[in-house]
Each structure stands twice: as C-alpha cells, then as structure tokens.
T-cell receptor, first 113, second 111 residues
Framework: DVKVTQSSRYLVKRTGEKVFLECVQDMDHENMFWYRQDPGLGLRLIYFSYDVKMKEKGDIPEGYSVSREKKERFSLILESASTNQTSMYLC????????????FGPGTRLTVT | SQQGEEDPQALSIQEGENATMNCSYKTSINNLQWYRQNSGRGLVHLILIRSNEREKHSGRLRVTLDTSKKSSSLLITASRAADTASYFCAPIKTSYDKVIFGPGTSLSVIP
C-alpha cells in the first residue's frame, strides 16, 4: 500500500515563525502536491512538483515556498507564519502522469497564534 | 485549473438507505475521480471513471458519467454509519492538471 506520511498531526506556532511541514511518500511517485483545506472552501492547491528539484505554483502560493531535494520528500515552508495560515495542510502524491489517483497523507492541522 | 462542484453540500440519511451525490464540471475531461474524507483525516481515493465510460461499480459504489452534461454522480447503496464522511469529485482534463477540490458533499448516515 502507498503510504504518505506527514511530520506532524497538530502544530501550534507563533506569528512570524518559520514553519516547516514535511511530507514523505514510499512508492517512488514522481508527483507531489501540497493543499490547504478550509471550511467551505474545499482544498486549494499551494504548490506541486513533478520531479526532484522541480516546483510549480498552484493557486495560492503567496506566503509559502517548497523544497524537493529527494524524490520521496516534499517540504512546505511558511516563511513567516501569519494567523491567516491557520488551516489543515494536506500532502498528496501520484504516479507518473498527473491524471492518476492521488494518495493523501493524514494532514497537519496548523494553528498560528 | 479544473474544479468539480459537488451537490448537495450536505446530505443526511438513515442507515440502509441509498445516498446520491452529484458533481458538475466545466471543461472536457480525461477522467473523473471520487474521494472520501473522514473527519480530520486525509482524502482516500474511491473510484476513477474514464471519459469513454458511462458507468462503473466498486462494491457498494456506483459512479455514472455524462460527458454531454459535464456531470457525474456517486451512488452509495445500503449506506452504513461508517460511510459518514465528506465526498469530493476531481475532474481531470490533462496529464498535468492543477486539480482543485471543491467543498464536497458532507454525508451523515444515522444509525
């Protein structure tokens, strides 16, 4: 079974802190994605990556950056956390062409105070 | 970006009843996928239907696709309390689609 793990289930950070959210998948998937989920808004795509060291902006990249130094790991970085970044963050991966199904991690609920 | 719009936003049924939820989208697609999310968890892939298919079954799930109306439906038969979750559709147009998930349908199955 594909396994996508995220470094924390719950995280509380202070405004202005630099925050790292880690995602690791164990199925050698080429594609990895970061979404945030807010009530009533569905899942919005922040960044995605189709290969190592490659990244593409999603629809809401402002305030975020990503890093993919190894194929299995995709990190989301909040450069200076703000309260409006309080949200559920979901990582996903998929095989090959992006029209295959996505496998999601359990999510990280981030609270910025 | 490609986004599906699920309808209804919320659905409450008794255990044993069937649940139907719908998805509409705007452009042509390669395939359409349905996902389930239990409260506070990640999404789980349920079923994928290709654009040249009209109906697909998987256990108690039945998915239909009408490309002329740009719509899909997910039917869960003989629902159980464990089916309580949010359900999302994901229309996929190209290999590198920036898929966005809508608010989903929140299904409550009452024991």
């Amino acid at each position: 079974d594909v396994k996508v793990t995220q470094s924390s289930r719950y995280l509380v950070k202070r405004t202005g802190e630099k925050v790292f959210l880690e995602c690791v998948q164990d199925m050698d998937h080429e594609n990895m994605f970061w979404y945030r989920q807010d009530p009533g808004l569905g899942l919005r795509l922040i960044y995605f990556s189709y290969d190592v060291k490659m990244k593409e902006k999603g629809d809401i990249p402002e305030g975020y950056s990503v890093s993919r130094e190894k194929k299995e790991r995709f990190s989301l970085i909040l450069e200076s956390a703000s309260t409006n970044q309080t949200s559920m963050y979901l990582c996903a991966s998929s095989f090959g062409q992006a029209n295959y199904e996505r496998y999601f991690g359990p999510g990280t609920r981030l609270t910025v105070t | 970006s490609q986004q599906g719009e699920e309808d209804p936003q919320a659905l409450s049924i008794q255990e044993g009843e069937n649940a139907t939820m719908n998805c509409s989208y705007k452009t042509s697609i390669n395939n359409l996928q349905w996902y389930r999310q239990n409260s506070g968890r990640g999404l789980v892939h349920l079923i994928l239907i290709r654009s040249n298919e009209r109906e697909k079954h998987s256990g108690r799930l039945r998915v239909t696709l009408d490309t002329s109306k740009k719509s899909s439906s997910l039917l869960i038969t003989a629902s159980r309390a464990a089916d309580t979750a949010s359900y999302f559709c994901a229309p996929i147009k190209t290999s590198y689609d920036k898929v966005i998930f809508g608010p989903g349908t929140s299904l409550s199955v009452i024991p």
